[in-house]
């Protein structure tokens, strides 16, 4: 499994989870807003101080994104493109992002893959406050409130990223964590459920950076630094199974099954876990 030396020095804890009591929201987002704001808005309504979110259609114009790209210098392991804003409607096949706060204000962190006016299918980190929504989706997002997520200095990475604190609370129905860089992803999450009971479990929305990506169908994007979000991810008798979009250099997007042990986290990846019913 390849690792990348990061700028800072490593965190002794490599992956941060806590246990929670979730909620579900569903809702529209609205046409001629900013993206920002009309998918945080039901959320802070609903007091939830993290989240996660996902939907799939929709359509956004203007719309400006950036994608993984080379370190300018070696402060940081990777960085990214300058923003992009393709003309005409970008209509978006599926997003996924972490609910949170910057500054006192809420925010989001979203990864998704979409298709331009041209007919290109392309991948990346989207701007939201700078992305207005054109046609409408509909949203599932699965949040809670004994946890907050907040953006905060992380010296490892030389980023500002999002960072679940609190505490746990017994016999949760949710986890949210946060996996640090060279830790692979499958494991991360297996040990996740691990720590907090769950034998059975789905993932809901998530997303974050591998360094590159290995799929099981003999597939690999070599980049250094990828963004990816989860099409659909399963804990199963504690064994995790992750379905990836996977985002390189070009804005290419590549999509399968990871193969364990061979999945890298990059900078950083945010998890929800729910717990399944029995």
């Not at 987002?29 to 993290?50: C, F, I, K, S």
């Not at 493109?81 to 962190?109: D, M």
């Not at 406050?129 to 905060?152: D, K, R």
């Amino acid at each position: 499994m390849r690792t990348l030396v990061q700028p800072g020095p490593a965190h002794p804890r490599r992956v941060e989870s806590f246990g929670v009591r979730a909620e579900t929201l569903t809702f529209s987002l609205a046409p001629g807003a900013a993206l920002l704001d009309t998918a945080t808005g039901p959320l802070v309504r609903a007091g939830w101080r993290g989240g996660t979110l996902s939907f799939t259609g929709g359509a956004c114009d203007p719309f400006r994104y950036v994608m993984p790209g080379p370190p300018d210098d070696a402060s940081h392991v990777a960085y990214f493109s300058a923003p992009r804003e393709p003309r005409g409607i970008t209509r978006i096949e599926q997003a996924n992002a972490t609910f949170g706060w910057h500054e006192g204000k809420p925010y989001l962190h979203c990864h998704a893959a979409w298709t331009e006016s041209d007919g290109a299918r392309r991948g990346g980190h989207i701007l939201p406050g700078e992305t207005i929504v054109m046609e409408p989706a509909t949203v599932h997002a699965w949040g809670f409130s004994e946890v907050a997520i907040e953006t905060a200095a992380d010296p490892e990475t030389n980023f500002t990223l999002f960072q679940p604190t609190g505490h746990s609370i017994p016999d949760p129905s949710a986890v949210i964590a946060r996996v640090r860089p060279n830790e692979d992803i499958t494991a991360a999450v297996e040990q996740i459920a691990a720590a907090h009971g769950i034998a059975n479990g789905t993932i809901r929305g998530s997303l974050g950076s591998l360094i590159g990506a290995h799929f099981t169908n003999a597939t690999i994007v070599p980049d250094n630094a990828t963004e990816v979000l989860v099409r659909a991810g399963r804990v199963t008798h504690g064994t995790a199974m992750l379905d990836l979009l996977v985002v390189d250099g070009k804005g290419h997007v590549h999509e399968g099954v990871l193969t364990r042990g061979e999945n890298p986290v990059c900078i950083t990846c945010d998890l929800v876990l729910t717990r399944d019913e029995p």
